[in-house]
């Protein structure tokens, strides 16, 4: 089941999509404010949460865990308390965000033997124990965002989005368990203060913005206020990955989409997305992929 709606509010509009799959539900949203402020969320649900920032700043305070948690764009974390109790206050007037609410017993039947910190998350659930599986959040990794996008995207229909969206949402709790855990034993060396990791995001989404004309790192060093040293490490540091290298798998994702959700050619997408020629596009979409554009579009 798929549901679309706009809420419109005094303080600002929210745009969502809510997927549900076997019990499990999984929701986009866009929020667009005209102001900052604080408002309350509850829920009586008895479920496991799995959250992804996407982009905007916020704090939020967790009622049952007694935290708060001061977040900018790109992170994730996984959570339990029946109820769930939180106060949120947006810090951007744009907020983009993804979540996954997986029934309890479900969640238990995947993890108790999986690692060891998702064994203890499962034994405070058991217990009925407020609790977060890390108390550092981890980083929104390429990964991540692509399987986030395969599930705002979905073309399948009936019995395959069905198949497609329960795989997606056990993949996303992999790789969130998997970023959580190497984010609770890693000591971040260049980005020490928060005011750093948030210019690395801030270099994160510019990336994004300019996919088709992608900035110099020194461009790039200018607008967020950091030494192209730092920019470089920092960022590698946060995304576990270079700065071009996470450009380029941006682009590439884009592409094979554009490819198998729309009627644009490759020369197309090679020129909207700023390659200097269709051959440059193609060898780099057989590096990154292993097979042509060409055998996308033609085995969709």
């Given at each position: 089941m798929e549901e679309k709606k706009v809420q419109t509010y005094n303080n600002g509009t929210i745009t969502s999509t809510v997927w549900e799959c076997d019990g499990i539900r999984m929701g986009h949203a866009l929020s667009s404010f005209n102001e900052c402020f604080t408002f309350p969320a509850h829920s009586d649900t008895d479920v496991i949460r799995m959250h992804f920032g996407l982009k905007?700043?916020?704090?939020?305070?967790?009622?049952?865990?007694?935290?708060?948690?001061?977040?900018?764009?790109?992170?994730?974390?996984?959570?339990?308390s029946h109820p769930f109790d939180i106060i949120i206050q947006?810090?951007?007037?744009?907020?983009?965000?993804?979540?996954i609410q997986m029934p309890r017993?479900?969640?238990?039947?995947?993890?108790?033997?999986?690692?060891?910190?998702?064994?203890?998350?499962?034994e405070n659930i058991i217990n009925g124990k407020p609790c977060m599986l890390s108390?550092?959040?981890?980083?929104?990794?390429?990964?991540?965002?692509?399987?986030?996008?395969?599930?705002?995207?979905?073309?399948?229909?009936?019995?395959?989005?069905?198949?497609?969206?329960l795989s997606k949402s056990i993949e996303l709790l992999v790789l969130s368990a998997e970023?959580?855990?190497?984010?609770?034993?890693?000591?971040?060396v260049f980005l020490k203060r928060k005011t750093d990791k948030e210019k690395i995001v801030a270099v994160r989404d510019l990336l994004i913005e300019r996919l088709d004309s992608p900035p110099s790192l020194s461009e790039i060093a200018r607008a967020v206020g950091l030494n192209e040293y730092k920019l470089k490490r920092g960022f590698?540091?946060?995304?576990?990955?270079?700065?071009?290298g996470y450009l380029t798998d941006q682009r590439l994702q884009?592409?094979?989409?554009?490819?198998?959700d729309t009627g644009k050619t490759a020369a197309e997408i090679s020129a909207e997305l700023g390659y200097s020629t269709p051959q440059h596009f193609n060898n780099a979409f057989k590096k990154k992929f292993?097979?042509?554009?060409?055998?996308?579009?033609?085995?969709?």
């Amino acid at each position: 089941m798929e549901e679309k709606k706009v809420q419109t509010y005094n303080n600002g509009t929210i745009t969502s999509t809510v997927w549900e799959c076997d019990g499990i539900r999984m929701g986009h949203a866009l929020s667009s404010f005209n102001e900052c402020f604080t408002f309350p969320a509850h829920s009586d649900t008895d479920v496991i949460r799995m959250h992804f920032g996407l982009k905007g700043d916020y704090i939020f305070e967790y009622k049952q865990l007694n935290t708060m948690y001061d977040l900018n764009g790109g992170h994730h974390n996984i959570m339990y308390s029946h109820p769930f109790d939180i106060i949120i206050q947006n810090k951007t007037l744009s907020l983009e965000t993804f979540g996954i609410q997986m029934p309890r017993e479900m969640f238990i039947e995947f993890t108790q033997q999986a690692t060891d910190q998702l064994k203890r998350f499962s034994e405070n659930i058991i217990n009925g124990k407020p609790c977060m599986l890390s108390e550092k959040w981890g980083p929104l990794e390429t990964s991540i965002q692509q399987a986030i996008a395969q599930i705002i995207h979905c073309k399948y229909a009936g019995h395959f989005k069905k198949l497609f969206l329960l795989s997606k949402s056990i993949e996303l709790l992999v790789l969130s368990a998997e970023s959580c855990q190497a984010a609770t034993s890693k000591e971040n060396v260049f980005l020490k203060r928060k005011t750093d990791k948030e210019k690395i995001v801030a270099v994160r989404d510019l990336l994004i913005e300019r996919l088709d004309s992608p900035p110099s790192l020194s461009e790039i060093a200018r607008a967020v206020g950091l030494n192209e040293y730092k920019l470089k490490r920092g960022f590698k540091e946060e995304f576990n990955n270079t700065v071009f290298g996470y450009l380029t798998d941006q682009r590439l994702q884009l592409a094979h989409r554009y490819l198998r959700d729309t009627g644009k050619t490759a020369a197309e997408i090679s020129a909207e997305l700023g390659y200097s020629t269709p051959q440059h596009f193609n060898n780099a979409f057989k590096k990154k992929f292993g097979f042509t554009p060409f055998s996308v579009r033609n085995n969709p």
